[in-house]
């Protein structure tokens, strides 16, 4: 069995291959590329891949592009299919609905209608990131914070445009500097189960007074002190849910642990436009008693 200095240069390895995938999913992603990117002989690279990650790579990396272009199907509604299908790297559209229907178990017309995002979970829960997320929770002592919210209710889509108006009021009001305030994010429900005009979202900045009076409605809030489980998501907040399901289906249950009659949140540790997508960071917190 390899040493644990050898286990961590191998792991490490993969770790680029993956963010690598992730970056240039339009690109060659072919296992000779991929080979090279890890630095592994390509004779030996698609069998260390499988057994890393625990899909194929030309799996993995058509279950990459099909969940990209679920998301953008989904949310963007300028995206066509004749679009998704070139991104996700088909020759046609039939041949992407196929692989679409194959993996989600509808037509891609279907999902941009009536996304079911349970199915795309199942379809995402690689072994690979469920044994990472599994081994890197961690059990805190959260200390409890007052917050500015903005209470953003109705698709998740339309989140950013919430997002949006609560930096106006940043900018405008000067009371949570995002230089020097923590900036938080709390779901009441989880999206792929609310209806999409019940969804509720509290967009939040840390403060250390009152909120003033304000035309954008937003308010003071607090979350409240207590024992968490946290979890590090890297990439795309599109894909949290991916880093969130682990922890309840895999850690949670053999932990021994209960959770505490309070949603999760999130603290955005990447708020710099500067930083890649690939690279952002947000820790996750699940309250427990």
Not at 72 to 98: I, K, N, Y
Request: hydrophobic fraction near 35%; include cysteine; proline fraction near 8%.
């Amino acid at each position: 069995m390899p040493d644990a200095p050898t286990q961590t240069a191998y792991a490490k390895r993969f770790t680029v291959v993956l963010a690598y995938i992730d970056a240039n999913l339009e690109g060659d992603l072919s296992v000779k590329t991929l080979s090279q990117v890890a630095n592994f002989s390509e004779f030996h690279f698609h069998r260390q891949f499988t057994g890393y990650v625990g899909v194929p790579v030309s799996r993995y990396v058509q279950l990459m592009r099909l969940r990209r272009a679920a998301h953008r199907l989904s949310t963007l509604p300028d995206h066509s299919v004749m679009e998704a299908t070139l991104d996700a790297g088909f020759e046609s559209p039939e041949a992407f609905s196929r692989a679409f229907k194959r993996a989600f178990g509808t037509s891609p017309g279907a999902f941009r209608k009536a996304p079911d995002w349970s199915v795309w979970h199942t379809v995402f829960a690689i072994p690979h990131f469920s044994r990472s997320i599994t081994m890197q929770v961690r059990i805190v002592d959260f200390p409890g914070v007052q917050v500015a919210a903005l209470d953003h209710r109705g698709p998740p889509g339309l989140v950013n445009q919430s997002v949006q108006r609560f930096i106006q009021w940043r900018q405008q009001s000067g009371q949570s500097p995002v230089t020097s305030s923590r900036t938080f994010g709390i779901p009441y429900g989880n999206p792929d189960t609310t209806p999409p005009e019940d969804f509720h979202f509290a967009i939040c900045g840390e403060i250390r007074e009152a909120v003033a009076p304000n035309e954008f409605n937003v308010r003071e809030l607090s979350i409240p002190a207590g024992r968490c489980a946290v979890v590090r998501h890297t990439g795309s907040t599109d894909h949290i849910g991916e880093t969130i399901y682990p922890v309840y289906r895999d850690w949670l249950p053999a932990s021994g642990e209960e959770l505490r009659d309070h949603p999760l949140f999130f603290e955005y540790l990447s708020i710099s436009p500067e930083t890649p997508q690939e690279q952002w960071q947000t820790d996750i917190y699940v309250p427990l008693r």
